[in-house]
């Protein structure tokens, strides 16, 4: 298949990072996490990312992870590779290794932290997309301060700018984006709450992080929209927003993903403090709380039947 950024749609994996036990890059693991999303239709990979823990990663950590995953997809799969960090610098180093590395592109959260202004925001993105000769993903996202739909507007003029991952909740925004940016521009939704609804609105792809666990639901969602399905696919995205309120209500969402992985004999690993591992009783919990949803409302998850095969 095309690995180029237009081919980077449907339902892609924002993909968790493995850790060991003591917090270090597990390759032979990282591996065979990577084979077995392959396993399913998903749209691309999306690395290192707030999913991806990359904030608790040095950039020698993150380009080898990236380096990792490419061999292993072999280009069977277009990958995007997060490079977003205060330092554009820095950014651009890891950009620049995404190039040689062969991502289809990149991606970025706004420089965080710092209350930089609006024209040092356009500057980092400016500044990233001049220096290396990849599609950019801008990343909006809560967490490091949510850009305006005028500002990606402005974003979306600079050349390599293609498009924009949108985790918000305010739905209009969505249907902007394109109007601002042309018809070209890539628009992503990335609040895993509101996967329907942003497939209903027409995004280019969506990009989460329950689509590392759950991606076969996702699928489904995607089918039931692009079907003209619209009380299945609400019934469906209830469905998962049952998962991910197990999830988030774990208190450490990403260690909740990885338990429910490792449960079904796939290896992920652990998550870096200061999140937080949790302990055998937590552990049996969380998965019991999965199994269950998934028997009550028969949901047919492949991660709840690999977990009562691995039992």
């Known amino acids: 298949m095309s690995c180029n950024i237009e081919s980077f749609k449907g339902v892609i994996p924002a993909v968790l990072s493995v850790f060991d036990k003591n917090e270090q890059p597990d390759e032979k693991a990282t591996r065979a996490f990577i084979r077995h999303l392959m396993g399913y239709d998903i749209g691309g990979l999306y690395l290192t990312g707030s999913t991806g823990e990359a904030f608790l990663q040095n950039s020698a950590e993150r380009m080898r992870q990236v380096d990792v995953v490419m061999d292993e997809v072999g280009g069977k799969l277009p990958v995007v590779v997060h490079v977003g960090a205060i330092s554009t610098k820095m950014s651009i180093d890891l950009a620049k290794h995404a190039k040689r590395a062969g991502a289809a592109g990149i991606s970025s959260v706004p420089p965080f932290y710092y209350k930089f202004s609006e024209q040092q925001v356009y500057d980092y993105y400016r500044d990233i997309a001049q220096a290396v000769d990849l599609p950019m ?7 490091a301060g949510m850009l305006s739909a005028d500002m990606i507007g402005r974003l979306g003029k600079i050349d390599n700018v293609r498009g924009v991952k949108y985790t918000g909740t305010a739905l209009y925004e969505v249907t902007q984006f394109k109007d601002a940016c042309g018809e070209d521009f890539l628009v992503y939704g990335g609040c895993d709450e509101m996967g ?32 003209n399905d619209a009380a299945g696919a609400a019934v469906l995205q209830k469905k998962a927003l049952h998962v991910i309120e197990i999830g988030i209500a774990s208190g450490s969402m990403m260690a909740c993903l990885k338990l429910w992985l490792r449960a079904a004999g796939v290896p992920v690993g652990y998550v870096r403090r200061p999140f937080n591992n949790f302990t055998a009783d937590e ?10 949803l998934d028997q009550r409302e028969q949901i047919g998850l492949d991660i709840a039947a690999r977990i009562r095969a691995n039992q």
């Open 137 to 143: 993903i801008v990343y909006n996202i809560p967490l």
């Open 196 to 227: 329907a609804s942003n497939i209903a609105l027409g995004v280019d792809g969506v990009i989460g992080s329950f689509y590392n666990c759950i991606p076969d639901l996702y699928l489904r969602i995607w089918e039931a929209v692009k079907n």
């Open 283 to 292: 552990e049996k919990r969380l998965v019991d709380a999965l199994l269950d």
